[in-house]
Every structure is written in C-alpha cells, then in structure tokens.
C-alpha cells in the first residue's frame, strides 16, 4: 500500500501515532498490539531520552511499514525574489522573503 503523510511537527511521535490499532490513520488496519503497548508507554514517558528508545523499539516493530520515497519538488523563484527556505519538516518558509 502506498500511502503520502507529512508530519507537522519535528519528532517521530507524528509519524509513529499513525500505526496503532485503533488510529484513524491507520489505513492499512495492520494492528500489534505489543506496539501499542509501546505507544501507551512513549507516550507517558517525559524523559526524552527513555522516549527516543522506546519510540526506537516502535520502528523496529514497524517492518515493512517504511518511508522508501521522497519526491522531490522544485520551485520557480524569479529573479530577485530573496530569503525563501525551507524548514526542518519539509515545508517552505515564507516569512522573510523580500522582493529587489
């Protein structure tokens, strides 16, 4: 199944929260429920770096279920259009541009 998301924010929890049985998102219905045990834990765990290794654990789990594409995506900006950029997730940054 091929299947497009893009995270809104900046941390593994957006794309993680995507798998358990009950999400909505969960358009492929695989269901573990070992790893929404996990999801139930990561979730609770304030600690960034006990998170980061459980949420490790969640996408050894995951297997098949990988991003193996990124488009590409070109933008036409025409001369003396400065300041475009693009954030960490992928998205364009607007704010800043100015015309000469």
Known sequence: MLLGWS???FDPYNI????????????AHWCE???DALMRRAVRTLDNHR??????QLVAKLGPAVA??????????????R???WSPIGFYELDGMTRS
Not at 16 to 27: M, R, T
Not at 51 to 56: K, Q, V
Not at 71 to 80: A, D, L, M, N, T
């Open 83 to 85: 300041g475009f950029s």
């Open 16 to 27: 993680l929260d995507l798998f358990p049985c009950g999400s909505a998102f969960n358009v």
């Open 7 to 9: 995270s809104k924010i």
């Open 33 to 35: 429920p070992s790893y």
């Open 51 to 56: 998170r980061w290794a459980i949420e490790r």
């Open 68 to 81: 193996f594409d990124q488009p590409s995506e070109y933008v036409r900006i025409k001369p003396g259009v």
